[in-house]
């Protein structure tokens, strides 16, 4: 079993940036596709991004393309989100994800994932 841990969310003005890391530990950080999360009161945990595991594949939800950047340290077990021109829209929990199946990229589909984080709060005001 892998452990995750999130960190770097917070307040933030619509517009402003933020970056977010997710720490691994337990298993092959390696090993695992990852991705991003995130779930608004009141509606379903949503994809964000994904990273393939040699970080040579990434996808990103519609919603977030050109504004969003996943990336990954393998040295350093970590993968990033890094959030640029926030909208109020983006308030959420994200949470990361490893999937350790043999798919080559990162799916959005949140039953593939073996495990999760605790999740980190990004809040944008308006």
């Known amino acids: 079993q892998v452990q995750l841990v999130e960190s770097g969310g917070g307040l933030v003005q619509a517009g402003g940036s933020l970056r977010l890391s997710c720490a691994a530990s337990?298993?092959?950080?390696?090993?695992?596709?990852m991705a991003w999360f995130r779930q608004a009161p009141g509606k379903e945990r949503e994809f964000v991004a994904g990273?393939?595991?040699?970080?040579?594949?990434?996808n990103y939800a519609d919603s977030v393309k050109g504004r969003f950047t996943v990336s990954r340290d393998n040295a350093k077990n970590t993968v990033y989100l890094q959030m640029n021109s926030l909208k109020p829209e983006d308030t959420a929990v994200y949470y990361c994800a490893a999937d350790y199946s043999r798919a080559s990229i990162a799916s959005f589909r949140p039953q593939v994932y073996d495990s999760w984080g605790q999740g980190t709060q990004v809040t944008v005001s308006s």
């Open positions: 990273i393939s595991r040699g970080g040579g594949t990434t």
């Open positions: 337990g298993r092959t950080f390696s090993s695992s596709n």
